[in-house]
């Protein structure tokens, strides 16, 4: 499953990417929107091509799934990393062909919802539970959203899962 995308970054200000969020019709979440507008969220000021790679935590190795920790070693050993805050909405806006997933829908299971992306990216506010850790992208009722969530360290995610990594160049 795992699948790879190129992301441009760099391209578009702060100001400029909440615009085309705005024009592509992209529906946010209250996290989203704290995430997106919090000073700590920069773009790059350089333009740049990111290759990113779309895998299951499955597809790393986690077949039990792990917390955030966990996870990110699991992508490291496989030459993936987090990805800058900024290809969350700039990857929103190229996916636009983004499949729904509704099966199993339970809003008390753990982990992702179904067919969503989680983009793996350093916390905004590293010891802030209570701030979104980072963004993800789903589609729910033909509506493509940004959603940002929150989670403590000791969350696990589920095998079956879905996260963006930045793969290394080399």
Known sequence: MPSSSVVRLGVLTK??????????????????????????FVVSKTAYVLDVEICSLASLGLRDGGNFSQVLAAALA?????CPAEVGPQLRL???DQLEDRTGDDASEPGA???SITVASTPLKENDDDFPKGLYLRRLDGSLWLRGYRSWPGHIWRAADVFAFARSNG
């Open 94 to 96: 190229q996916l636009l």
């Open 15 to 40: 100001e400029a990417l909440l615009v085309k969020l705005r024009e592509a019709a992209v529906q946010m979440n209250v996290y989203a929107t704290a995430f997106l507008f919090d000073e700590r």
């Open 78 to 82: 496989c030459g993936l990393h987090p």
């Open 113 to 115: 919802p179904r067919g």
